[in-house]
C-alpha cells in the first residue's frame, strides 16, 4: 500500500509526479476541500549548496504577481527548517510538448494554444515580469485544454534591470532564445519573450523547430540572423505573423498590443478574465464572505527568525523593508483599523476577498495615485501576519506613506515589524504563541 504523508493538517501528500536536481513534486490533496494540489518540495540544503535561494525567492515572488487563468497557480508556500513547499495548481493535461512531440497541430489548435500564451505573456509583461524560458515543455494543458505556464525559475523582475535598463544574464534554451540574449550586450526580456513566443508559435504548426543544427555554432548563427524557412502548409496568414515574431532586430519585432490586432491572432479569439488584486474590476466581484484569512504557515515564521534561510523575504522585496508586521489582533480587527487609518489619511478603500484591500490615494503623485494592498495571513489562532505592497505609484511616496502614516497609526495592533526585535502590542490582549509554534 503506498504511504502518504499530512503536511501541516492541510496536505495529504501521493504519488511522486516528478524531481528535479533539488526539487520533487507530489500530487497533493487538500484535506478541505479534497482539490488536488501539486506539491513542490525543496531542500533548503540544496538551495543553499547550489547558490538558488535569489531564484527561489524571485520565482515565489513571480508566481504571487502574476495570477492568470493560463498561468499555473501558486497557492500556498510553506516551509520547515529544512524544507520550502510551494502548493501549486495540479494542471492534469501533462506538457504541450508531449502534443507536439506526436508532430504539428492543426491550425485552429495551434492558434488556441498561441492565443493564450500571448495573453498570458501579456499579463506578465504588464507586472513588470519577463519569463525568460517559454517553450512548450514549460506550458502546461489543464482538463479543458487550456494552456497554462509554468516554470517561473528563470523569469526577471524590475529590479534586475542594470542601470542601461536592460538585463543582462544569459538563460533560457538555446533553440528558443531571442538573438540578443545571445549577443551578451543586454536585452529587453518582454522583446525576448515575444521572440519565444514566435518559435512556439512555429514548432506547434510545423512539428519541429525552426532553428536546428547539430553544430550549436551554427544553429547560434542561424537564430542570430532569423534564418529560417516556412514548410509548404503554413498558411499566407500564419507565415505574415510569424515573419513579424521572428525578427532578429528587438526594435523592429512585433509587439504584444501589434499582435493582438493581426488578423490571424484574432480569429475565434476570446481574452480571458483576469484575476488580480490590482484589477480593479475585479475586486468587488470576488469579494467574497469569509471567516478566516488565509492560511501563512506558522513555520515560516520561525524559519524567518532561527534559521540562516530568511523565509520572510520570500513574500517582501528586502528593499522594502518595514512593510510587513506580525500581530495578535483577530484578522477582523486589523482589517477594521487599516480602514479606519486609511480614511482618516483620505484613502479609498476596497475589500477583496481572502482578507485583502486595496487603498487608494486621493492625490496625484509623482506617478500617479498611489495604490497600496494590504494583507492579512493567519500564522495561528492567536497569530496573524499583515503585509502591505505597492500596486501602482511612486516608490518613494510608497516608502513615506509606510514610515510616517502606517507605522505610527497602526502602533496599537503591531507585534513587530518585520526587521525589528518582538515587543508587545499596546491595545491587545497579552497573549503567547501556541505550542504548535
Not at 518613494?396 to 502590542?425: H, M
Request: hydrophobic fraction near 40%; include cysteine.
Amino acid at each position: 500500500m503506498e504511504e502518504r504523508h499530512v503536511l501541516f493538517g492541510k496536505y495529504e501528500m501521493g504519488r511522486l509526479l516528478g524531481k528535479g536536481t533539488f526539487a520533487k513534486v507530489y500530487h497533493g490533496k487538500e484535506l478541505a476541500t479534497g482539490e488536488s494540489v501539486a506539491i513542490k518540495v525543496i531542500s533548503k540544503d540544496q538551495v543553499k549548496k547550489k547558490g538558488m535561494m535569489e531564484q527561489i525567492q524571485r520565482e515565489i515572488a513571480v508566481m504571487r504577481l502574476v495570477r492568470h487563468p493560463n498561468i499555473v497557480e501558486l497557492k500556498e508556500v510553506m516551509a520547515t527548517k529544512t524544507k520550502i513547499f510551494f502548493v501549486m495548481e495540479y494542471v492534469r493535461g501533462g506538457e504541450l510538448f508531449a502534443k507536439v512531440y506526436k508532430g504539428k497541430l492543426d491550425e485552429r489548435a495551434a492558434r488556441k494554444y498561441f492565443q493564450q500564451l500571448v495573453s498570458a505573456v501579456d499579463f506578465c509583461h504588464s507586472r513588470g515580469v519577463s519569463h525568460r524560458d517559454l517553450k512548450p515543455e514549460n506550458l502546461l494543458l489543464d482538463e479543458n485544454e487550456d494552456l497554462k505556464i509554468s516554470d517561473f525559475g528563470l523569469s526577471a523582475l524590475p529590479e534586475q534591470l542594470l542601470n542601461d535598463g536592460l538585463l543582462h544574464t544569459q538563460c533560457g534554451t538555446p533553440a528558443y532564445v531571442a538573438p540578443e540574449v545571445l549577443r551578451k550586450k543586454g536585452y529587453d526580456g518582454s522583446k525576448a519573450d515575444i521572440w519565444s513566443c514566435g518559435v512556439v508559435l512555429y514548432v506547434l504548426l510545423a512539428g519541429f523547430l525552426p532553428f536546428q543544427d547539430e553544430n550549436m555554432m551554427k544553429m547560434y548563427r542561424k537564430v542570430s540572423k532569423a534564418e529560417f524557412k516556412f514548410p509548404s502548409w503554413f498558411t499566407a496568414e500564419s507565415r505574415r505573423l510569424i515573419s513579424k515574431l521572428l525578427v532578429s532586430d528587438p526594435e523592429r519585432r512585433i509587439t504584444i498590443p501589434a499582435i493582438m490586432r493581426d488578423p490571424w491572432f484574432r480569429k475565434e479569439f476570446t481574452r480571458p478574465l483576469k484575476f488580480s488584486i490590482e484589477d480593479d474590476e475585479s475586486l468587488a466581484s470576488r469579494a467574497t464572505k469569509q471567516t478566516s484569512p488565509k492560511f501563512f504557515n506558522a513555520f515560516e515564521l520561525i524559519s524567518s527568525l532561527s534559521s540562516g534561510f530568511d523565509l520572510s523575504s520570500l513574500f517582501e522585496n528586502k528593499r522594502r523593508l518595514g512593510t510587513m508586521f506580525t500581530s495578535r489582533c483577530s484578522a477582523g480587527d486589523i482589517m477594521a483599523k487599516i480602514e479606519d487609518v486609511a480614511k482618516g489619511l483620505n484613502f479609498k478603500v476596497r475589500k477583496a476577498r481572502d482578507f485583502k484591500m486595496r487603498l487608494q490615494g486621493s492625490s496625484e503623485g509623482r506617478k500617479g495615485r498611489l495604490s497600496v494592498t494590504a494583507e492579512v495571513f493567519e500564522v495561528a489562532p492567536e497569530v496573524a501576519i499583515v503585509e502591505f505592497s505597492k500596486s501602482t505609484g511612486d516608490t518613494l511616496e510608497y516608502a513615506k506613506f509606510c514610515e510616517d502614516d502606517v507605522r505610527p497609526a497602526l502602533k496599537d495592533i503591531v507585534w513587530t515589524w518585520q526587521g525589528d526585535s518582538f515587543k508587545e502590542a499596546e491595545g491587545c490582549e497579552n497573549q503567547v504563541l501556541p505550542n504548535s509554534l
